[in-house]
């Protein structure tokens, strides 16, 4: 099959698109044709090398010294299964599914093994590129607002970095659970951030979030920008300060309303999630970029750290 890998941390040129063996399910496993996958801040970050302030050596312990261990990236994916491997009686080739690989990666690629508990069926009425569009920044929202901030009705929520993968999903989620929501974004995004349901929007350009006179129950940061600090500044009487970006002191001493460290990948949220957009209560904000050859490209773009919403390669489409 044709993968994208990369062998050695560095720029976009990185990703090579090559010939690779096609894997094979092991048991609880199935193989996947990907009919879509996302490229991500996480991929990007990946490709790079690039950690967060004090995770470098440790990261790269984890994850690869030189190079990612794990040389297909792509970490969610929309397709079809091929193959199922042993013990799994939960789907059977035909299927259409969609899920999260977690550190394994691998979507990158025409075809990809993932774990048969990792994915859930894709609902008929989304679209491959939405369903592996919405997973990263949809479940990372969703853990942070909903499991560790416990969002509730009422709630006064701020988004930093409300226009990314994970901040258009954190704003539509909190608004679609009855928050009131502050978004920040550049004046560019502002009706965009809008129309995904934010109730007021803060141009970071003219007025810095630290700026800001008000009191929040969340302030969630997607960029990485706010202090500890300023955030517990901005927080109301029994807040949460989420900061999906920690540094590695922060996450260290993350504790009662500081809350940080990696989002969980749970397949009940992905079901969820795709529920929402199947219904049409959760709009998903994709743009295809093309075949594996524009991986390059795709990450090219996520550097310059001012997408808007989320970009999906789809490795069967023609090359170019
Ligand atoms: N903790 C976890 O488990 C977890 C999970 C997923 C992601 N993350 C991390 O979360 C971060 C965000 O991910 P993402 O996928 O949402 O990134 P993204 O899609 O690349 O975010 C791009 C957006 O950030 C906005 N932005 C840039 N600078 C800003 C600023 N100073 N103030 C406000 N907005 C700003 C841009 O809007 P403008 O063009 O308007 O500036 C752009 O729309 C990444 O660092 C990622 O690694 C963490």
């Not at 879509?36 to 790079?48: E, H, S, Y």
């Not at 900061?243 to 809350?259: E, H, I, K, M, S």
């Amino acid at each position: 099959m044709r993968a994208a890998v990369v062998v050695r941390y560095g720029p976009p040129e990185q990703v090579v698109v090559t010939d690779v063996r096609t894997p094979e399910p092991r048991p609880g496993e199935v193989l996947v044709r990907v009919e879509a996958a996302a490229v991500t801040a996480g991929d990007a970050r990946l490709r790079a090398g690039r950690f967060p302030a004090g995770f470098g050596v440790l990261a790269r312990l984890g994850v690869g010294l030189r190079g990612p261990r794990a040389r297909i990236l792509g970490g969610t994916l929309s397709g079809r299964i091929e193959r199922v491997g042993r013990d799994v009686t939960r789907f059977s080739p035909g299927d259409l599914v969609a899920g999260m690989t977690g550190m394994r990666l691998g979507t990158h690629a025409e075809y990809a093994t993932v774990r048969a508990a990792s994915l859930v069926p894709k609902p008929a009425g989304v679209r491959h590129s939405d369903a592996a569009g919405v997973l990263f920044g949809g479940t990372t929202a969703l853990w942070f607002l909903r499991q560790r901030a416990r969002i509730r009705a009422g709630h006064r929520v701020l988004v930093n970095g409300a226009s990314g993968a994970v901040g258009s999903s954190a704003v539509q989620i909190a608004a679609h659970l009855g928050a009131t929501v502050t978004a920040v974004t550049s004046a560019r995004n502002t009706a965009f951030v809008t129309g995904l349901g934010a109730h007021r929007v803060v141009d970071y350009t003219t007025t810095p979030v630290n700026r800001l006179d008000e009191r929040f129950d969340i302030v969630f940061d997607a960029v990485g920008n706010i202090s500890r600090a300023e955030g517990l500044r901005l927080l109301a009487p029994g807040g949460s300060l989420v900061l999906a970006v920690a540094n590695l002191l922060d996450t260290l001493r993350a504790r009662g309303p500081v809350l940080a460290g990696p989002a969980r990948e749970r397949a009940e949220d992905f079901g969820y999630l795709l529920d929402l957009v199947a219904s049409g209560q959760f709009a998903p904000v994709t743009e295809v970029v093309g075949g594996l050859d524009r991986l390059p490209e795709a990450h090219r773009r996520v550097d310059t750290g001012r997408k808007v919403g989320n970009l999906v390669i789809t490795p069967h489409s023609a090359a170019g």
